[in-house]
């Protein structure tokens, strides 16, 4: 009797842990960089509301596939971060998402533009609009200083202080092609809102306007034209590599995303680092890369519905954001409809210098289909194999090819 009484005492103490954690939530994202942040954030809310939620990231490369594999199988976290566009939508698409409609500020507090990449074909809204992200040209101050170099006006200016640098024996930009990634959503992307407006891209994605045309082979033509000042392994050099290098001091200039700059300004590399987006050729009204980049969604089959809609209408209310902009890695911009930007943080200069500019998301958010032809595209005009022509003609073949199914 004795020995039964201690197993079951033995069984209830390893069961009582698993009985707390199973009135936790919990919260997926691929921002495995953000864990302090994050948490500090779910602290706060853990504080003003006794809900307690643990955040659980994955690694960015993992975090798709692993979410879906979760959900599946019916163990997928309560809440999770949210892609925009098709990708997000493909999981509302199959049931998993909280229909965020009438969470409380969604409409309120958010704009048409904010919601658009959360909203689905049939008009619901999957996810509460969290941070965006831009695109700039990260610059060494004293790499520019040293070598006489103004921040340039217009894309001529760009290339000709690349040209200065190369000459002085500097490396112009730090950008590599390794991680078939960052050189269409960094570089094409900072290029591309120089060239077409909102509307444009709307009639490229429905064909109405060709991939070939004369607009895209002069974006084709001026990305080529930054090859030349890329580092002379680019081709083996990733987004990670590219970041050390220009935090390092071994190249000018680094083109990249707003989510960036935490690292390079921190403590790690000592450099003052400026930033300005990608100037538009002369003529040309002057864009500005803003991409919605991930929402908060809540999982449609969490034991905990209440409370997960609860957490959604704080993360869309003036008071959350707020909250949420005191922990945010430095370049993501919220996308709140509110002026909720920590003092001393970069997202206003970030948000100042796109001011008066035409505003578009990355091209290709809603062409996915085009996505690794595109890289692939870019590469080859990288190495010397495609031409700008070539390259447009191809990409326009594929996308007369899906929208004919």
């Not at 954690?21 to 864990?35: F, I, N």
Request: charged share 20%; proline share 5%.
């Amino acid at each position: 009797m004795k020995k039964l009484l201690a197993i079951l005492l033995a069984a209830m103490m390893f069961a009582l842990p698993a009985l707390a954690m199973a009135d936790e939530l919990t919260m997926g994202s691929w921002r495995t960089d953000d864990v302090e942040q994050v948490s500090a954030l779910l602290a706060k809310y853990e504080e003003l509301t006794g809900v307690k939620i643990v955040f659980q990231p994955t690694t960015s490369t993992q975090y798709n596939a692993t979410l879906r594999q979760q959900l599946d199988g019916g163990i997928g976290p309560d809440l999770f971060y949210s892609r925009t566009y098709s990708t997000g939508a493909e999981l509302y698409d199959n049931g998993f998402n909280v229909v965020c409609n009438d969470i409380p500020g969604v409409k309120e507090n958010f704009t048409a533009t904010a919601l658009e990449g959360f909203t689905a074909a049939d008009g619901n809204i999957f996810a509460v609009p969290f941070a965006a992200v831009s695109h700039f040209v990260y610059y060494n101050k004293a790499i520019f200083a040293d070598n006489g170099i103004e921040v340039p006006a217009t894309f001529e200016d760009f290339l000709a202080a690349c040209e200065k640098l190369k000459a002085a024996g500097v490396t112009p930009l730090a950008n590599g092609i390794a991680a078939n990634w960052d050189i269409l959503e960094c570089v094409l992307c900072s290029l591309v809102p120089n060239y077409i407006t909102a509307e444009e891209r709307v009639a490229y994605e429905k064909g109405e306007k060709k991939l070939n045309d004369e607009t895209w082979v002069e974006i084709f033509t001026d990305f080529a034209k930054l090859v030349p000042y890329l580092p002379e392994a680019f081709a083996s050099i990733d987004n990670d590599q590219a970041n050390v290098m220009f935090g390092l001091g071994q190249s000018a200039m680094l083109i990249d995303g707003s989510w960036s700059y935490g690292t390079l300004s921190g403590d790690d590399y000592d450099i003052d680092v400026g930033f300005f987006p990608m100037p538009a050729p002369a003529g040309k009204a002057a864009g500005f890369s803003l991409h919605p980049d991930f929402g908060i969604a809540g999982n449609a089959a969490s034991a905990h519905p209440e409370e997960v809609k609860a957490f959604l209408a704080w993360l869309a209310s003036v008071d959350g954001a707020k909250e949420a902009a005191k922990v945010i890695p430095e370049g993501f911009l919220p996308l709140i409809n509110a002026d909720v930007a920590p003092e001393g943080s970069v997202i206003s200069a970030m948000n100042a210098v796109g001011e008066g500019k035409n505003a578009d998301r990355r091209f290709v958010w809603n062409m996915m289909a085009l996505y690794t032809p595109f890289v692939d595209q870019l590469n080859a005009i990288c190495r010397g194999e495609q031409t700008p022509q070539g390259a447009a003609d191809a990409i326009n073949a594929l996308w007369e090819a899906e929208l004919a199914k």
